[in-house]
């Protein structure tokens, strides 16, 4: 009797054994299915043993299942976007707001305390037909009101309360300068800023504030940046949005710009990073960061074009934090100068301007008339530079994009002497400048 029943039995456990196989292999739990398929063949106590031991996973089992329903659900962040999420809340409470301002005179009626005031007469009478009563009575200044005046950015670089930013942020010499925190633990606490140095030579600033224990960001390593890798820009975009972030990568290495600071005052700088991240006005003096939220640049200009931005390297920012903390200042290292305005050609300017070659430096003169081509009395001037000049070579080297003019003559001290091969007008030529001081 038992043995014609057998044949039923096993195929009964068969198709039991091969329905738990088939769950733990959708489940990923394939490390049982051998031993539960194998039972099938090899009799009751084995194949009671294997169900025994999946029934023993069950809660695992109900554990996957959780897990993909909640996947289905919950949108995934990936890798970078959890790793930029990290990099802000490590670093933005370090980032602050800098606000500038100045005391400007206030004018009102004159008075006979200050009738020996300058006085304004908004009417002069040699202008005016209208009977005399009619003019109206002068102004006089009436002593002065500290107003806000700009604003910008920065990041502590020490618990101490040492700051970077741009020089141009805080350029009035005589103005008073309020730093603005960010993070949670001093959220909108202000702080009367010493300015410690200005670099006379490039676009940056010291500042210390009397604090403990502050947030502070993490320095990196310009010198191994790569064009295309991703960046992080925060700032206090348009001095209205603290710890605004943007994202983008880097476009370029070892730029140079003509920078204007609102002023009517203007500066070349060498060496920047370009970048695609957003940077708006107030930006300026914000941390460029990487994705290891390492400080690697200071955001300082943005182009009048879309998507192009600039910062200066963090090894240079570096070198003048280390002098100001040693010394505190910065040092003065007289500017090798040659006295000319050019820009690098391209393919798209050679073909607008018809040029014979796609190399060098083209000298021209800006949109302002002081942005003169060569300035006057400068090594270039007595060296016999001209407007439209293009500068093929310096000392041997081809002049382009990657290496420009400006690149070379940072090679030299004041006092040496550079030979300089230029094409004028159908001819090439070899000149050669003795540099000089700016």
Not at 49 to 68: D, S
Request: with cysteine.
């Amino acid at each position: 009797m038992t043995s014609s029943h057998e044949p039923q039995a096993h195929s009964v456990q068969f198709m039991r054994a091969w329905l738990i196989a088939s769950l733990l292999a959708v489940l990923g739990l394939g490390s049982v299915v051998a031993t539960v398929t194998a039972a099938s063949s090899n009799g009751s106590n084995n194949f009671k043993q294997t169900v025994e031991q999946a029934f023993a996973l069950l809660p695992r089992i109900k554990r996957a299942l959780t897990q993909n329903t909640s996947a289905s659900t919950t949108p995934e962040i990936i890798s970078e976007d959890a790793q930029v999420i990290q990099d802000v809340k490590n670093t933005s409470g370090a980032v602050v707001s800098i606000i500038a301002s100045s005391n400007v005179p206030t004018l009102g009626q004159c008075t006979s305390q200050n009738s020996t005031s300058t006085s304004i007469n908004l009417f002069p009478q040699d202008d005016l037909q209208f009977p005399l009563p009619l003019q109206e009575a002068p102004l006089c200044q009436n002593g002065t009101q500290l107003q806000r005046t700009g604003t910008g950015s920065g990041f502590i670089v020490s618990a101490d309360g040492y700051i970077l930013t741009n020089r141009h942020v805080v350029s009035d010499i005589e103005g008073q300068y309020t730093v603005v925190m960010n993070d949670a633990a001093h959220a909108g606490q202000k702080y009367k800023a010493t300015v410690l140095a200005r670099d006379p030579n490039d676009d940056i600033a010291v500042l210390k504030i009397d604090g403990k224990n502050l947030p502070f960001v993490h320095l990196g390593d310009s010198s191994k940046l790569q064009v295309g890798q991703t960046v992080i820009a925060i700032g206090d975009a348009l001095g209205q949005f603290d710890n605004t972030v943007s994202k983008g990568i880097v476009s370029g290495l070892s730029r140079s710009i003509e920078a204007a600071d609102g002023f009517s005052a203007s500066e070349t700088l060498h060496g920047l990073i370009q970048t695609d991240a957003a940077i708006n006005p107030g930006n300026s003096g914000g941390p460029l960061l990487d994705l290891n939220g390492n400080v690697i640049g200071m955001n300082t200009a943005v182009a009048n074009a879309q998507s192009i931005g600039f910062a200066l390297p963090i090894n240079e920012l570096k070198a003048a934090y280390d002098e100001v903390r040693s010394a505190g200042k910065i040092a003065v290292v007289p500017q090798t100068f040659l006295g000319v305005r050019f820009q690098p050609i391209t393919e798209e300017l050679r073909v607008n301007l018809k040029l014979p070659y796609d190399y060098g430096m083209l000298i021209g003169h800006g949109a302002s008339t002081n942005d003169v081509a060569v300035v006057t009395g400068s090594p270039a001037d007595k060296a016999g530079l001209k407007d439209q000049d293009i500068i093929l070579e310096a000392d041997g080297k081809e002049l382009n994009e990657q290496y420009d003019l400006a690149d070379a003559v940072r090679a030299y001290k004041p006092g040496d002497k550079m030979l300089l091969k230029l094409y004028r007008q159908g001819v090439v030529e070899t000149v050669s400048v003795t540099l000089g001081t700016k």
